[in-house]
């Protein structure tokens, strides 16, 4: 497992040798045909941020990462033998999964909750963030593509997410949603791998979200526009909060996918 971060010493760095590193690519050297993205993986804040000013709590509510997806994304590569890029730090931080340029990649106030650390941002300051956070994620997937892309010419790329069981006061039916764009290879073959492997789930075919939508940026940069073979799961965070939920989704995933990457004609590049 090979982990990146900034160098201890330099004292402009936003991280510090006590801070976690930025990303972790787990599983280096698999031989299976793709790769695994977790965008929102930790709650961890950089020391010298002070929690963004939040308490405790809300460190371990849904705006700071995705709850279970860690889990998941662990699963899935250990059982494909896939490298995983897991990303080190909350989307409060900086959300990986947004261009680093947008409004919403810095968020001040999320789900009603107002984030003080994130208040009149510097430019400076927003520049660490992407400097030590959003390059060396977005860096770290690149490098496993093109590493990928060794034996595989055009490998899969499979996004790994969480989301809550219940928005607007709704409850959510979905148990995993299954997103994708125009390129419905994997999407469309995924979907019916899981209904016959569990006909009790509710799946959503892009619900709660649409891949068509924008704001996806990880998926949108690292597989779109290159025609790879994609797919985005989000998973209902009720049903992961425990070790034993990640697993056990993780696990029916794994299944599903190993199925679906058995088809060489997924593997050509999709037309633009």
Request: proline share 8%; hydrophobic share 40%.
């Amino acid at each position: 497992m090979r982990s990146l971060s900034n160098p201890a010493g330099n004292d402009n760095a936003l991280l510090c040798a006590e801070d976690p590193p930025a990303v972790t690519l787990r599983n280096s050297q698999g031989t299976g045909p793709g790769v695994i993205l977790c965008d929102h993986a930790s709650n961890a804040v950089p020391k010298s941020l002070n929690f963004l000013g939040l308490p405790p709590a809300a460190l371990k509510r849904h705006i700071a990462y995705d709850i279970g997806a860690q889990g998941m994304a662990e699963v899935i590569s250990d059982r494909l033998d896939m490298p995983a890029v897991i990303a080190g730090y909350s989307r409060l931080v900086i959300d990986l999964n947004r261009p680093a340029d947008d409004f919403t990649s810095v968020r001040e106030i999320y789900d009603g909750a107002v984030i003080p650390g994130n208040r009149r941002l510097s430019a400076h300051a927003l520049q660490a963030r992407i400097d030590d956070l959003f390059h060396p994620y977005h860096d770290t997937i690149q490098q496993a593509i093109v590493q990928k892309s060794k034996s595989q010419p055009h490998p899969a790329i499979i996004s790994v997410h969480s989301c809550t069981d219940v928005y607007l006061d709704q409850k959510r039916p979905w148990h995993i949603g299954v997103l994708s764009n125009r390129d419905r290879r994997m999407a469309e073959r995924v979907l019916l791998r899981l209904a016959a492997h569990r006909p009790d789930l509710t799946i959503g075919d892009n619900k709660p979200y649409s891949g068509l939508n924008p704001y996806g940026f990880t998926v949108e940069t690292h597989a779109l526009p290159q025609g790879r073979p994609n797919v985005l799961f989000e998973v209902r965070q009720d049903i992961i909060a425990s070790p034993a939920g990640q697993r056990e989704f993780g696990e029916l995933i794994a299944t599903v996918l190993d199925e679906v990457l058995g088809d060489p004609s997924l593997f050509t590049r999709y037309p633009s």
